[in-house]
């Protein structure tokens, strides 16, 4: 029997870790939360969860050098996960209450206002994945993911141009306008919805991600 793949979910104390803990374990992960360096660089795999505002997360995940092993994993083609804002981090900047902070600029763009009548954006919606997606492979085109943001990245900017790399497979949603709700990018994947709160389909999905590493 193949042993499970062990996934770090790195508490920087801005992420609902217990919830991401039970639903990998759900899938067979093999789970610890800690923000241990060497143990976040030496797992199959990194969930950067990430709950409240951009710039207090990305103070946060500085503090426990957390930037260094995103960047160190991904250097190295270590697979890497992020949720909510945990997602919202991985671009060059986020503007909140009109206040601008740097992100990990791991993608050009900017994490902005939703431009809805409704904000935030809570519940259930769906989703427009790209063909050949392995992040939602299996699951059907009406399935639904659950919600909870107020700001999104609402431009893709990052085009690949060399035809021996392969392009980031970017899936949208609307609210009010159409928004990044995922990205597969290499090594790094991430979601504006929250997996460890979409029931089966959420499940399916870090099935997905955990069959990659």
Not at 30 to 53: C, H, Q, S, W, Y
Request: hydrophobic share 45%; net charge negative.
């Amino acid at each position: 029997m193949t042993a499970p793949k062990r996934v770090v979910v790195f508490d920087y104390g801005f992420g609902n870790v217990r919830s991401a803990e039970r639903a990998l374990a759900r899938v067979g992960a093999d789970v610890e939360i800690t923000r241990d360096f060497d143990k976040a660089m030496n797992a199959d795999g990194l969930l950067v969860p990430g709950v409240g505002a951009f710039a207090a997360c990305m103070q946060g995940l500085r503090a426990a050098r957390g930037d260094w092993v995103v960047d160190r994993r991904l250097s190295g083609g270590r697979p890497v996960m992020g949720i909510c804002v945990g997602m919202q981090i991985l671009f060059a900047r986020g503007i909140e209450h009109g206040v601008e902070a740097e992100g990990l600029d791991e993608w050009p763009g900017t994490v902005a206002p939703l431009e809805a009548e409704v904000v935030p954006h809570m519940g259930w919606n769906t989703v427009d994945a790209p063909a050949g997606s392995q992040l939602f492979a299996g699951l059907d085109a009406d399935a639904r993911y659950y919600f909870v943001h107020s700001y999104a990245v609402h431009d893709w900017q990052l085009e690949s141009h060399n035809p021996l790399i392969a392009a980031p497979k970017v899936t949208w949603s609307t609210h009010g306008r159409p928004f990044v709700a995922a990205v597969e990018n290499g090594a790094l994947w991430a979601t504006q919805f929250h997996p460890e709160k979409s029931g089966d389909a959420g499940a399916q999905l870090l099935t997905n991600w955990i069959g990659t590493l």
